[in-house]
């Protein structure tokens, strides 16, 4: 990847800027076919339909306002919003490749005292928005894959996603020009729904696997500057497993060492199940519709199952049993992104 954008301070060394971040909430995906995306992720995966924009659709099963954005804009021209706010950045590397991970934080106050911090610390924020229903501040990466730091502005986001066309509701947002709203809005017990007919019931996406560069300044950066907790990282430094407050389940990261430059940046993504009764529905679901599952985890760590997108992207099903971060450094390299 060519892009490097560091964000780490002047002197070198990652400053605690520590985002108050609760957990994974989103993937946003360059998709090839925007259709065909949907027909998988909703059909098969079992993710609902909560709106769309002119270049994307956004699916969600009540976990947040969505799970997944699926861009189907297969560019990197710029796009604007309704107020001629930029909205995209160059960070487009082909269809299958991460558009940003969302990750959720604790409040609209806490990110704007972290954003502060951030600015002391010479790091470049990319943009600052308002979703309608968030306040969001996006920035690169070491290896330059994008995130955004969102905090939920209303419990009631179904108001705006609520299934029809969502791409309005966005415009810039100065996040030091007016107090601050200190109150929480994620939803603590969202109303899950399932997608009728498809063979997954999933509740929402809680982990990603990413390759990097190096891991241990990746940690710098998720740690210092993204506020994750840092759960473990393998003696030979290999890979890293790292954790939001809300501690959803043992990890919402695993940092994987590139083994070439083209890998930096591949992601992968994993939808938790409400039990195991429901790996074991959709098990048999998928069966009924003669889809095969790839690989499957059944041991003292997880259950899971994989299916691959259209776009060669691998999604993991999973309940989790017990948090055995050392586990990985026993796993081949080339299979880690599954077994992590
Ligand atoms: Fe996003």
Not at 101 to 117: D, I, K, P
Not at 175 to 193: E, G, H, N
Not at 230 to 240: C, V
Not at 315 to 338: H, K, N, P
């Amino acid at each position: 990847m060519a892009m490097t954008i560091d964000a780490t301070s002047k002197s070198g060394t990652a400053p605690s800027v520590r985002f108050p971040t609760r957990r994974l909430g989103h993937a946003n995906i360059y998709v090839s076919d925007r259709d065909r995306a949907f027909a998988f992720y909703n059909g098969i995966c079992g993710f609902d339909m909560v709106g769309h924009s002119k270049s994307s659709y956004f699916l969600s099963n009540g976990n947040s306002h969505h799970d997944f954005g699926l861009n189907g804009s297969g560019t990197n021209e710029p796009r604007y919003g309704a107020d001629g706010t930029l909205k995209s950045v160059a960070n487009y590397r082909g269809p299958g490749t991460l558009n940003h991970l969302g990750w959720e934080t604790a409040n609209q106050a806490a990110l704007v005292e972290a954003y502060r911090r951030a600015l002391d610390a010479d790091i470049r924020i990319q943009r600052s928005l308002y979703h309608g229903g968030s306040h969001a501040l996006y920035l690169f990466d070491p290896d330059g894959v994008y995130h955004e730091f969102y905090a939920d502005a209303t419990l009631e986001w179904r108001k705006i996603f609520s299934g029809g066309d969502a791409s309005s509701v966005t415009e810039g947002w100065d996040p030091l020009a007016q107090p601050a709203d200190p109150t929480p809005y994620w939803d603590p017990k969202p109303v899950w729904v399932a997608v009728d007919k498809a063979p997954i019931a999933p509740r929402r996406i809680s982990r990603a696997v990413v390759y990097v560069s190096d891991v241990v300044k990746l940690i710098a950066f998720y740690r210092d500057v993204g506020g994750l907790d840092l759960m473990y990282l393998a003696r030979d430094k290999s890979y890293a497993y790292l954790r939001g407050s809300a501690r959803q389940s043992g990890f919402d990261l695993c940092l994987l060492e590139a083994e070439h430059a083209d890998q930096v940046g591949t992601y992968g993504v994993a939808a938790e199940l409400a039990d195991e009764d429901a790996v074991s529905r959709a098990e048999a679901a998928l069966a009924r519709t003669g889809i095969a599952p790839g690989r499957r985890f059944d041991d003292a760590r997880k259950r899971s199952f994989f299916l691959t997108d259209p776009d060669q992207v691998p999604i993991e099903f999973f309940v989790e049993r017990t948090a055995d971060y050392e586990a990985l450094g026993r796993v081949d390299s080339a299979l880690r992104r599954y077994a992590a």
